[in-house]
């Protein structure tokens, strides 16, 4: 591409790639709200919750059909949506969470894979990819749009980031000021202790996996908005990038997870525009966590355990 | 220990009541109420049936024919399958096969060689199929010609890469991607395009684009492939990068079906770059429902299509909505139904004409014997004929959005000839007059 300031980024004029940063944040805004949501539910439950997509994908369908075949207002849709992610989460949580609770991590993850293959079987019988089904959500929201940096963002994609930095503030803010809070620092500490304690864990838990289903089920509408049409298989897999941003945050830190998706997006974008590596993009979730986890390595701080019960 | 029982109990009994509540669901939906018969009568240039047409329920023995389909994130291809499906249930409904009926045995495959090679020798050798129809796949031609060749099965079947229109085991109903994309160029060029840039998923973009590459180099202006990943997680970059690409007044051209179009035309909405450049497409989103999705594209789009307008009123394009509105109620009007249709109409075809036992042999020789098949939903009648490939669609319309509707831009033309197999296929048309028959 031929310089228009003379500044180019590897070759690419920097006036052609600043739109991919700005796009690349607001990808990464919605990553980090869901790998946050991840990283909460983890530290206070110990579960890597893998259904985080496929439970927000069929709440957006869920979304999709009250809007299309029903004439109930359109607030009602999205929340049922997030409702939709606290309720199914809250369920697990109540019904499996404790059968699963004293099991490695390896195990609770496979349970929340199966929960995510229900879904997924679900959706494929309820709702069909394909033909010519067009589904379609579009947040009132979305149609307010901003010029920035030679990008168009809307007002979702700001709010999606917003609510993740909301989220990441009043997460930090509730584990440490809250009784609640430090009931879930003290299960990740030492489930047993705690609970002899006389803190009620399971009731604890059980918030804890409604909170991350709520923030699942936003996640979810969001990304059906922003990124995709409603394939409920492709979102369930956009879980991928917020795991990354989980694992590179090392599941315990939520700044620092927050800062991980919003890296996942923007590195992501930016490669956009190189024909050499653009291919490979969608690599970058997977390249970003490992490099981390080598990085880690090094100083030999690899903890993901979140308590050591 | 007796709390725990008693709560995976109770989690067991609410699995077990919500997946019979689901299964009710699911039966209560689909069951069908009786409705009047579709594809009845005799046929004539204005009216088309299902096979015999006779109006009597087929009996007996089922014909067995097999499909294997593509089913991954972001694209399904069994819809057309589906249609085919719905075609043979009119045949059965109208006395089959000389009074047999046809069943149709559909598997769908993730781009997994080694499964799509099993599923065609499970169909081949296990469930007895004499005959492979409606097949629709971005890499099983590749897999499973020499497999199928070996057998002497000709695979009647709507294809996307190469082998599907370099083999003699395969022939298609549309004329894939690669000439559709040319059809979507030529309809640029015909408005003023000065660049031509192509997107399409990366499993098949070196194929499926090669020939805009050529048409653009013929033109002497810029032209360039974009491989997408599917399913697509960054629509927004992704079409800022076509945009780029092109520049302003440039010709832009999707390739996608409408699982993961949307996405990027949403994203090119958002953007403001709907009237930056010039916008084409291949056959998949030539629909209603993604025209009404997208009145911003008004005019704007011009899609190459395969097929005849899904809103004309042929004899074939009508009996398919018919199929359609009877057999396969939730499946939207749509350019895979399309295919799906002729698939199973040109195979019962074949059928009809097959002397004596129906056998793989003698229904794959009647195949082969197929010329000069007239259908209101293309161009040019459709042919197999003594061929070393088939592309036998090779002339296309252009439609566009307009007001929720798909509506005719650019009546029937010739694919451009920058492929040698082209100028070949036109050539072999002549000699064995193939598709000359008014």
């Not at chain 1, 009132?140 to 994609?157: D, I, M, S």
């Not at chain 2, 056959?283 to 395969?306: H, L, S, V």
Request: aromatic share 10%; charged share 15%.
């Amino acid at each position: 591409m031929t310089s228009v300031l003379g500044f180019t980024v590897f070759g690419v004029d920097w006036v052609f790639l600043k739109p991919y940063i700005v796009l690349g944040l607001a990808l990464g805004g919605v990553y980090a709200l869901s790998g946050v949501g991840i990283v909460v539910l983890y530290q206070a439950t110990g579960v890597l919750n893998l259904a985080f997509g496929a439970v927000g994908a069929a709440g957006a369908l869920i979304a999709y059909w009250m809007i299309n075949h029903t004439s109930l207002p359109h607030w009602l849709a999205y929340t049922a949506c997030v409702a939709f992610g606290g309720i199914v989460n809250l369920l697990y949580g109540v019904l499996f969470g404790p059968a699963f609770a004293k099991r490695d991590p390896l195990v609770k993850m496979m349970g929340t894979l199966a929960l995510t293959l229900i879904l997924l079987g679900i959706m494929a019988w309820r709702a069909p990819a394909g033909g010519a089904f067009v589904r379609v959500i579009t947040l009132p929201t979305t149609n307010h749009t901003y010029e920035l940096f030679g990008a168009v963002v809307n007002l979702t994609q700001i709010l999606a980031l917003a609510f993740a930095v909301v989220l990441v503030v009043g997460t930090t803010a509730f584990l440490r000021f809250t009784r609640l809070g430090t009931a879930y620092r003290a299960i990740a500490d030492d489930r047993e202790i705690t609970a002899t304690l006389g803190v009620p864990v399971r009731r604890v838990e059980a918030s804890a996996w409604l909170g991350s289903g709520i923030v699942c089920g936003a996640s979810g509408l969001l990304l059906a908005d922003l990124f995709t049409s409603l394939d409920y298989a492709a979102l369930t897999f956009l879980v991928i990038s917020s795991l990354a941003a989980a694992l590179i945050g090392r599941l315990r830190s939520l700044w620092v997870t927050f800062a991980g998706g919003l890296a996942v997006g923007v590195v992501q974008a930016i490669l956009t525009p190189y024909n050499s590596v653009t291919n490979y993009r969608s690599a970058t979730p997977f390249v970003l966590s490992i490099i981390m986890l080598l990085w880690l390595a090094r100083r030999r701080v690899i903890v993901f355990s979140p308590s050591t019960r | 220990m007796r709390s725990r029982k008693v709560t995976v109990g109770v989690a067991l009994a609410a699995c077990s009541v919500f997946a019979l509540t689901l299964a009710a669901w699911a039966t209560g939906s689909s069951s069908r109420s009786a409705s009047p018969l579709v594809g009845s009568g005799t046929a004539s240039a204005t009216k088309a049936v299902c096979g015999l047409g006779n109006g009597k329920k087929a009996k007996g023995r089922p014909i067995k024919i097999g499909a294997i389909n593509m089913l991954i994130p972001g694209v399904d291809f069994t819809t057309v399958a589906k249609l085919s499906e719905a075609y043979f249930k009119c045949v059965n409904d109208n006395g089959g096969i000389h009074g047999r009926p046809v069943q149709l045995i559909q598997y769908t495959e993730q781009l997994n060689p080694a499964q799509q090679a099993s599923l065609a020798r499970k169909l081949v050798g296990s469930d007895k199929v004499v005959g492979i129809v409606a097949n629709t796949s971005f890499t099983e031609c590749g897999t499973n010609w020499k497999y199928f060749q070996s057998k002497g099965y000709v695979v009647i079947g709507a294809g996307v890469q190469a082998e599907c229109y370099g083999t003699p085991t395969y022939v298609e109903t549309n004329m894939g991607p690669r000439y559709s994309n040319i059809g979507a160029a030529q309809a640029l060029l015909k408005r003023g395009a000065k660049s031509l840039i192509i997107a399409s998923p990366d499993t098949i973009a070196a194929y499926a684009d090669g020939g805009v590459l050529k048409l653009a180099k013929a033109r002497g202006i810029k032209g360039q492939s974009v491989p997408v990943k599917l399913p697509v997680t960054d629509a927004n970059s992704t079409i800022l990068r076509l945009v780029q690409a092109a520049g302003q007044g440039g010709g832009v051209i999707l390739d996608f079906t409408p699982d993961t179009a949307p996405a990027l035309m949403k994203a090119a909405i958002q953007q403001g770059f709907v009237d930056r450049v010039k916008w084409g497409s291949s056959t998949p989103i030539a629909n209603e429902e993604m025209a009404k999705q997208f009145p911003q594209f008004d005019g704007k789009i011009f899609i190459n299509n395969e097929f005849s307008n899904l809103s004309s009123k042929g004899p074939d394009e009508t009996l398919y909505r018919k199929i359609n509105a009877k057999y396969t109620p939730k499946i939207a009007i749509q350019a895979f139904g399309q295919m799906g249709y002729m698939d199973a109409k040109f195979a019962t075809i074949a059928l009809l004409k097959v002397k004596g036992a129906i056998t793989a042999k003698s229904y794959n020789r009647a195949v082969r014997g197929l010329k000069n098949v007239k259908t209101d939903m293309l161009c040019k009648p459709w042919y197999v004929g003594p061929l070393k490939y088939h592309i036998p669609n090779n002339w296309d319309i252009t439609v566009t959005y307009r007001n929720g509707k798909v509506v005719l831009a650019d009546k029937c033309f010739a694919i451009a000839p920058v492929d040698s197999e082209i100028v070949q296929t036109r050539k072999w048309e002549r000699q064995f007059k193939l598709n000359t028959r008014k």
